[in-house]
């Protein structure tokens, strides 16, 4: 069954996720313009800078909750990452969408709507009441994702979501019905049209052969006899 875009966007967001270095949770962001991405993100160190899953987590060291204090962290979030990834590139966000796999929090919530846009899709919650007042208060529209579960292939082996059920393949089925033979009708023969004979016209009578004239000369032959 063809996904709707949100369903394709969402796809395409979860696997985003991956590719975070977060030990806590793992986000995945991407903002989309007329049905076209323009930049992705995920939560991780900044470049250059050691990844928490090598080095640890400094929240959970300093054993701060999840939804507080966001400025203690070494990681940037996803939704910034995608904002600071097309600003990069200089590539506009304003008027897109974007979807991501968890509620944004407050501080990305500022971002987002300082970059223009317009509408968020997302899926898993954050507790950050503060983030959704500051949303609907700018007028972004904000959209729960109410899909639970997320269908993909496997890429390059790894298992990136629950995987499809195999499709049990059926064996070609023959025909029962014997082929048919294509029956060819019959040409209409048209009556043929007796042919019209033309009137013979009659024959005119040749002229009789003039008779041979005298001529001086005496012919040779044997003469006649005469009586005595």
Partial sequence: MRPSWDEYFMEI??????????????????????????STGYNGAPVGCAHCCDIGCLRD???IPSGQRQELCRAIHAEQNAIVQAA????????????????PCSLCAKMIINAGIVKIVFR????????????KEAGVRVVKYEKDEFT???????????ARPAIPQQPPQKSQQPPQKS????????????????????????????????SGKIQNGPRPKVKD
Avoid: F, H, N, W
């Fill in 183 to 214: 029956q060819q009708q019959p040409q209409q023969q048209l009556p043929q049209q007796p042919q019209q004979q033309l009137p013979q016209q009659p024959q005119q009578s040749q002229p009789p052969p003039a008779p041979a004239q005298a």
């Fill in 124 to 135: 898993g919650e954050y507790p950050d009441e503060l983030a959704m007042d500051m949303l």
């Fill in 152 to 162: 993909r292939p496997q890429v390059s082996g790894i298992q990136t979501g629950a």
């Fill in 88 to 103: 990069y590139s200089g590539t506009s966000v304003k008027g897109g969408t974007m979807y991501v796999t968890t509620q």
């Fill in 61 to 63: 060291q300093m054993g």
């Fill in 13 to 38: 967001v979860e696997l985003i996720k991956t590719r975070s270095t977060c030990l806590r949770r793992q986000v995945g962001a991407l903002i989309v313009k007329d049905k076209r991405i323009l």
